[in-house]
């Protein structure tokens, strides 16, 4: 019998991209957003694509790859000037943590995304569960370490009829070097295509980790 999974769960080392940029379409992405949220001043919308190589580097979900995206939000900020976010897409290739993600409010449905560096160029794609091909980014990267991070983030789901807002804690490493080179939307027909970003490219924040650990989730409380 397969074992419950039960919160909180530990990620370590997770190869990560994640980043932030201005939307083409601001009211089509803050239409996502339920009653009672509100965009951040600055429209920001982001997306993390990472992969876990391996079942050791969780507590029990096992091997998985994801990507998650949404909306920066006002007044939910944690940790000084990080944000509070809010899932709109979260696409992931373990069936089991989809369905542990999905139980908790979160957006949850199949996926898959990869990871690629090759000349100190990361390329990270995200297929859709069907194997539609959602977006492709590129990035600069570098194996230098420029600094060790710790925090939180705070992500804001819905549950129950109302809104919940959880804090996922994490330290990792973040390379130096870091650009975003190109962000692609490959699909225009589906959902997600409301949060493409703005020409030219304005990228608001980001990193590259190759090393990042997290607890899933951590304290959960109604908003």
Same mark, same amino acid.
């Given at each position: 019998?397969?074992?419950?999974?039960?919160?909180?769960?530990?990620?370590?080392?997770?190869?990560?991209?994640?980043?932030?940029?201005?939307?083409?379409?601001?009211?089509?992405?803050?239409?996502?957003?339920?009653?009672?949220?509100?965009?951040?001043?600055?429209?920001?919308?982001?997306?993390?694509?990472?992969?876990?190589?391996?079942?050791?580097?969780?507590?029990?979900?096992?091997?998985?790859?994801?990507?998650?995206?949404?909306?920066?939000?006002?007044?939910?900020?944690?940790?000084?000037?990080?944000?509070?976010?809010?899932?709109?897409?979260?696409?992931?290739?373990?069936?089991?943590?989809?369905?542990?993600?999905?139980?908790?409010? @979160?957006?949850?449905?199949?996926?898959?995304?990869?990871?690629?560096?090759?000349? &100190?160029?990361?390329? *990270?794609?995200?297929? *859709?569960?069907?194997?539609?091909?959602?977006?492709?980014?590129?990035?600069?990267?570098? &194996?230098?370490?420029?600094?060790?991070?710790?925090?939180?983030?705070?992500?804001?789901?819905?549950?129950?009829?109302?809104?919940?807002?959880?804090?996922?804690? =994490?330290?990792?490493?973040?390379?130096?070097?870091?650009?975003?080179?190109?962000?692609?939307?490959?699909?225009?027909?589906?959902?997600? =295509?409301?949060?493409?970003?703005?020409?030219?490219?304005? @990228?608001?924040?980001?990193? =590259?980790?190759?090393?990042?650990?997290?607890?899933?989730?951590?304290?959960?409380?109604?908003?």
């Amino acid at each position: 019998m397969a074992q419950e999974l039960l919160p909180p769960q530990l990620i370590t080392n997770a190869r990560m991209l994640y980043f932030c940029w201005v939307p083409a379409d601001p009211e089509a992405s803050a239409a996502l957003l339920p009653t009672g949220l509100t965009p951040a001043e600055d429209k920001a919308i982001y997306i993390n694509q990472y992969c876990v190589d391996t079942d050791a580097q969780t507590s029990h979900f096992g091997a998985y790859s994801l990507t998650y995206m949404g909306l920066d939000l006002d007044g939910l900020n944690v940790d000084g000037d990080t944000p509070g976010r809010f899932w709109t897409h979260y696409f992931n290739s373990n069936p089991g943590m989809t369905a542990y993600a999905a139980e908790r409010g @979160i957006p949850a449905e199949a996926g898959k995304t990869e990871l690629a560096i090759e000349n &100190d160029v990361l390329t *990270a794609t995200t297929a *859709a569960g069907d194997g539609t091909l959602l977006f492709r980014t590129k990035a600069r990267v570098s &194996d230098a370490i420029a600094e060790s991070v710790r925090g939180h983030l705070r992500y804001i789901t819905q549950s129950g009829g109302g809104l919940e807002s959880g804090r996922y804690a =994490y330290v990792g490493d973040i390379v130096a070097g870091f650009e975003i080179q190109s962000l692609e939307f490959l699909a225009p027909n589906h959902p997600t =295509y409301a949060l493409r970003p703005a020409d030219p490219l304005e @990228i608001t924040f980001g990193f =590259y980790s190759p090393a990042s650990s997290f607890c899933y989730p951590g304290g959960v409380e109604p908003l």
